[in-house]
């Protein structure tokens, strides 16, 4: 990292007109050969993204005025202000864009903006205008001196056993080369393999991805190794792996010889691995069973409760994530989850269990990392909560964008959307549900209550009935679904078995008032009302 910071900081002084490449940063920066392809493999960007980010988090330490960035989509490094800029909120604003960062899409003007309020010798292209030898001397020592600043912090933060804690321990893969025979063609289609993955994972807040040659540090590791089953590479397998106990976690074919089938199955496959609920997140489950550790064994207490909702567990979880907040403040997917706490904690009558409000979390996780689908999604959240479905709408898709994997994000917008009577929200949740088998179950019940309001009750009972035999008792919007759409359907004797389990696990016979049954589960009045209508519309007894 040090070596190719110099790097990107040489070029700059040598004021070349002609762009950075990722060919060039290859080759002259990272050793690479020159027959390096950049088409097919990512090392390059990959390697910037890595280096943007920790010189991020040095400088959200260090609150120096000024610092050395690299814009999105850029090789480019600028000198420029410390300071956040201001402007209009909203997904394009940039009013909460991390220190020093650059929108992606921003023009030229825009980028260069926080160079040229420095000095006003920068010019428009953001390099130094030559009007006398002393600017020069300026620009060149504090270009110096930010970069022996920087090299130092990488350092710090690479090798410092001594100081706190700076990150949460999120686990770490490792993307191996391919392995097996190969030829000239098969060797182009395992890079293509292996640049996808590294590209996909790294959009996954909740992981670190490396390659081969990083250095994940003091982190629970994982090997992503992919193997290439016949020369020329038709079918490829990939297995996940624990590094300490060799343990072969996951494992899969993909079919190659078709691209598009290729690209699908390949996505799927890191959401089997990434995703909120996937197999790493289950693996370190049972690692971090009951542990409610500040850092990540709470974040991952967390993630189950919202898969499950077993309220029993909130409080103590609650308290785990107020520890780690004022921990790791720096985190921007810790704020992003302490803004969906903050929520949840307020409808279950735990309003004061959280230190701080839920926009507040959002703004502090976009400020952070506006590059982070879950910090944009917070910010969506905290829009849809106030009301305002079209800046919620517009935050949303950003977040697609930014993650078109996240189960959790697809599905939620879903329901937000429905919530705010857009058509389209319903097919954004089944587009959840079906790309992720282990997604939240309350995005399944809120699929299966729109197809019973739209009169569809037939699906509804489908859709409720997969996820609820599956996981009985586990979504009370499931058994809901369930037991309306058998009782529409005139199947009162299921609809009936279903109320029973219900009524009894809230303490009650199967023939008491359903509000009081569920008043039990329902906080929220209104939708106790709208649900205690619907069952006495479905006349069980």
């Known amino acids: 990292m040090s070596k190719l910071l110099r790097f990107l900081v040489d070029h700059k002084l040598k004021e070349v007109s002609k762009p950075l490449t990722a060919y060039a940063v290859a080759v002259d920066a990272l050793g690479r050969d020159d027959s390096f392809d950049t088409q097919i493999d990512s090392y390059p960007r990959v390697q910037i993204g890595r280096l943007r980010r920790m010189l991020d988090h040095f400088y959200l330490r260090e609150k120096c005025p000024n610092r050395l960035y690299i814009p999105f989509h850029h090789y480019e490094i600028i000198l420029g202000s ?101 030829n000239s063609s098969s060797r182009a289609t395992l890079e293509i393999i292996h640049s996808h993955m590294v590209v996909a994972l790294e959009k996954f807040d909740q992981i670190r991805v490396f390659d081969e040659t990083g250095e994940p540090g003091n982190t629970r590791q994982y090997l992503l190794e992919s193997s290439n089953l016949n020369d020329s590479a038709e079918r490829v397998q990939l297995r996940l792996v624990d590094s300490v106990t060799r343990e072969v976690i996951w494992s899969s074919r993909i079919e190659t010889t078709d691209s598009a089938q290729r690209a699908e199955s390949l996505d799927r496959a890191v959401i089997e691995i990434a995703g909120p609920y996937g197999k790493i997140a289950q693996h370190d489950l049972s690692r971090y069973r009951a542990d409610y550790t500040p850092g990540y064994p709470c974040l991952l207490q967390f993630r189950q409760f919202m898969r499950y909702r077993d309220e029993s567990h909130l409080p103590r979880i609650l308290e785990c994530l107020n520890q780690t907040a004022q921990k790791y403040p720096n985190d921007s997917y810790l704020m992003s989850v302490m803004a969906t706490a903050e929520n949840i904690s307020g409808k279950l009558g735990l309003a004061d269990a959280i230190e701080g409000s839920h926009n507040e979390f959002a703004t502090r996780a976009a400020e952070i990392d506006s590059n982070s689908a879950s910090a944009t999604f917070a910010m969506a959240e905290s829009a849809f909560f106030e ?35 857009m058509p389209e929200g319903d097919a954004y949740a089944m587009k959840a549900l079906e790309m992720d088998p282990d997604a939240e179950l309350v995005i399944a019940a809120a699929v299966a209550m729109s197809k019973l309001r739209r009169g569809d009750a037939k699906a509804a009972q489908e859709l409720s009935s997969k996820y609820h035999d599956s996981l009985p008792g586990a979504a009370l919007g499931l058994e809901i679904s369930y037991i309306l759409s058998s009782a529409k359907l005139g199947e009162k004797d299921d609809a009936r078995a279903v109320w029973r389990q219900l009524a009894e696990r809230s303490g009650y016979p199967e023939t008491a008032n359903p509000r009081d049954v569920l008043g039990k589960w329902i906080s929220d009045p209104d939708l106790l009302r709208k649900v205690e209508a619907d069952f006495r519309d479905a006349a069980l007894y």
């Open 82 to 182: 410390n300071e956040a800029p201001t402007g209009e909120s909203g997904p394009t604003g940039a009013k909460n864009k991390p220190a020093g960062r650059v929108a992606s899409g921003a023009g030229q003007d825009d980028r260069n903006s926080a160079v040229r309020a420095l000095n006003p010798t920068i010019g428009s292209e953001g390099i130094v205008a030559r009007q006398n030898g002393n600017d020069r001397g300026y620009i060149l020592a504090i270009f110096i001196g930010f970069l022996l600043l920087a090299a130092a912090g990488i350092y710090y933060l690479q090798s410092s056993d001594s100081e706190p804690e700076v990150a949460i321990a999120y686990p770490a893969i490792i993307v191996e080369p391919p392995e097996g025979p190969t």
């Open 387 to 421: 009301g305002d479905c079209r800046r919620g709408l517009l935050w949303g898709e950003r977040a697609i964008e930014l993650n078109p994997l996240n189960s959790r994000i697809m599905g939620y917008l879903g329901m937000y959307m429905s919530a705010c009577n």
